[in-house]
């Protein structure tokens, strides 16, 4: 079993289908709609640790692949619990977070809760604010500044945030297309959690042609597992 829900998983996918291995690629079911995948996928989450040892016995999973994003913190210790627990062989598909190059004006934060607390004592900006939909409202308390949003999916509700403006937009982006947007709006801050990988970089990569200052946010804690940084490195390993 795959644990998807980023870029790279859909590239394992891709491979295992391949090398014929029999997989199921799992998503948590954030988004609503799924790109057409090359093996059988299921949505919804386990119910825990607990549930997922139970769907990784009934469905007779003999190996997983924790190919979730980097900030998916939750699902990757459930993972290693019961993998754990469970004695099943289990890797990681990871990328190499993103590194600050001369030039580059980044202040670093645990979380995103801390950018928000960072941002309230900024004068009024416009911020490019890349972290997703779920975290937004902790931005509330920094109310003085225009948000630029880009999301995959539209808010659900109302927005919590008075002055922003909502992109409906799925990676991977382009730079130049980044440089113009970033342009248009007058952004003047980028925040963003440090992902790493291809997919997102565009947003860093026009901010640091544009000089502008960001406010990055340093990954979660992990546990401590085998790691591979290539879709192909997984499949070998599936192999042995
Ligand atoms: P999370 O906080 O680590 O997980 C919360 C819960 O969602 C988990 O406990 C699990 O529920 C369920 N879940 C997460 N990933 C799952 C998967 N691949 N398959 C089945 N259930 C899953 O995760 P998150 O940060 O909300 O991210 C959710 C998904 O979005 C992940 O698949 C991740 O790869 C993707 N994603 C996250 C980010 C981000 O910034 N966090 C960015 C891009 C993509 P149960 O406990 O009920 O099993």
Redesign the pocket.
Known sequence: MI????SE?THLSKLVAVAKINATL??????KRTKPQPIPI????????E??CDYIVQNKITHVID????????????TFKACTDLRIPFAALTRNPWVEEPGDNWKNVDSVKAAAIMLKSYKPRTVFLA??R??VPEFKIAQQHKYILRLVDPFEGSLPLKNAHTIISRGPFEVSHDIKLMSENEVNIIIC?N?GGTGAVSKLLAGRRLKLPVIMINRPKLPERITYNSPAEIVEWLKH
């Open positions: 644990l998807g829900g980023t998983a799992s998503f948590a079911g954030r988004v299921r949505v919804g989450g386990f119910g825990g640790p549930g997922l190919a979730t994003h980097p900030f998916a913190e939750q699902i990757s210790w459930n972290i997703g779920i975290q959690k992902s």
